[in-house]
Nanobody, 121 residues
Framework: QAQLVESGGGLVQAGGSLRLSCVASGRTLSRYAMGWFRQAPGKEREFVAIIRWSSTDYSDSVKGRFTISRDNAKNTVYLQMNSLKPEDTAVYYC????????????????WGQGTQVTVSS
């Protein structure tokens, strides 16, 4: 069993920055691709970013503003979020990629509990 714990969320003004962290136990993250998703109230959970062994992908809505990275020594994946917008407000989840289409939630088999990000205008 893998356990993922996110942290780093909070309230920030538009244009500000936050860095989310996802710490894993029960799995060595360096062996896996990891993703970040988000879910706003009343909306479906949507893909944000994925980091593989040597590549990354981002949703069009965050490309150029968000950066996903990992620290294998700390078994941690990060999501640096810059130039935040009110529409980035959501609960952010990290997840362990199990295979399949990378931007679909069904392709991930372990999820964290989420961390709230609120961007005020």
């Amino acid at each position: 069993q893998a356990q993922l714990v996110e942290s780093g969320g909070g309230l920030v003004q538009a244009g500000g920055s936050l860095r989310l962290s996802c710490v894993a136990s029960g799995r060595t993250l360096s062996r896996y691709a990891m993703g970040w998703f988000r879910q706003a109230p009343g909306k479906e959970r949507e893909f944000v970013a994925i980091i593989r062994w040597s590549s990354t992908d981002y949703s069009d809505s965050v490309k150029g503003r968000f950066t996903i990275s990992r620290d294998n020594a700390k078994n941690t994946v990060y999501l640096q979020m810059n130039s935040l917008k009110p529409e980035d407000t959501a609960v952010y989840y990290c997840a362990l990629y199990a295979g399949g289409t990378y931007y679909q939630t069904a392709s991930y088999n372990y999820w964290g509990q989420g961390t709230q990000v609120t961007v005020s205008s």
